[in-house]
């Protein structure tokens, strides 16, 4: 079974640039998170989406950051414009319903860097 | 404000059985309790989840009291390759009908040879 797929792995911008974020979950997943790690700390749940709806997006800094999963598949996330505390790893989980703290599956992340 | 709490950090040696716990005062009423590996540039990996007593799997044990207001997670007779930061994940309850999924401060195990 193929696991969660994430891109990039690695990117350096600039401040005030905008990045973009990818994901792909398991197949047959309903839920996906976007979490935020910054280094030396646990992941911070940024949103969660059930299909294509938002379950909870209460840490998500709306002013710059966006998600979207339209097909209730794939998922982007995007920072725009960039801050040098956004420099984090970027990690996408999925689980097969989302309901009482069901197992998550991470992918790799996508590291950032803002300079 | 509702959090949850780790131990920074762990030494064992191999072949000892190492216990972390995790504190989390205001979990909610019906979420599981996951606890989660992770080594570096890598994401998380599931260890093992419980509601509440204890439950057992090939790699973990969990032991969760009646109060549910703390978990710890076993490992029996560790290996170097355990070595890894260790988190829980809890749903906390903040009050009304609103659950947010909160991961532990995480646990540094280092074990020697």
């Known amino acids: 079974e193929a696991g969660v797929a994430q891109s990039p792995r690695y990117k350096i911008i600039e401040k005030r640039q905008s990045v973009a974020f990818w994901c792909n979950p398991i197949?047959?997943?309903?839920?996906l998170y976007w979490y935020q790690q910054i280094l030396g700390q646990g992941p911070k749940l940024l949103i969660q989406?059930?299909?294509?709806?938002?379950?909870?997006d209460s840490q998500l800094p709306k002013d710059r950051f966006s998600a979207e999963r339209l097909k209730g598949v794939d998922s982007t996330l995007k920072i725009q414009p960039a801050k040098l505390e956004d420099s984090a790893v970027y990690l996408c989980a999925s689980s097969f319903g989302g309901v009482g703290g069901e197992t998550q599956y991470f992918g790799p992340g996508t590291r950032l860097l803002v300079l | 404000l509702a959090k949850t709490t780790q131990p920074i950090s762990m030494d064992s040696y191999e072949g000892q059985e190492v216990n972390i716990t995790c504190s989390h005062n205001?979990?909610?009423?019906?979420?599981?309790i996951t606890w989660y590996q992770q080594f570096p540039s890598q994401g998380p990996r599931f260890i093992i989840q419980g509601y509440k007593t204890k439950v057992t799997n090939e790699v973990a044990s969990l032991f969760i009291p009646a109060d549910r207001k703390s978990s710890t997670l076993s490992l029996p007779r560790v290996s170097l390759s355990d070595t890894a930061v260790y988190y829980c994940?809890?749903?906390?309850?903040?009050?009304?009908?609103?659950?947010?999924?909160?991961f532990g401060t995480g646990t540094l195990l280092a074990v020697q040879p």
């Open positions: 197949s047959g997943h309903a839920t």
């Open positions: 994940l809890v749903a906390l309850n903040y009050g009304g009908a609103t659950n947010k999924l909160i």
């Open positions: 205001n979990i909610a009423t019906n979420d599981y």
């Open positions: 989406f059930q299909n294509n709806g938002v379950v909870d």
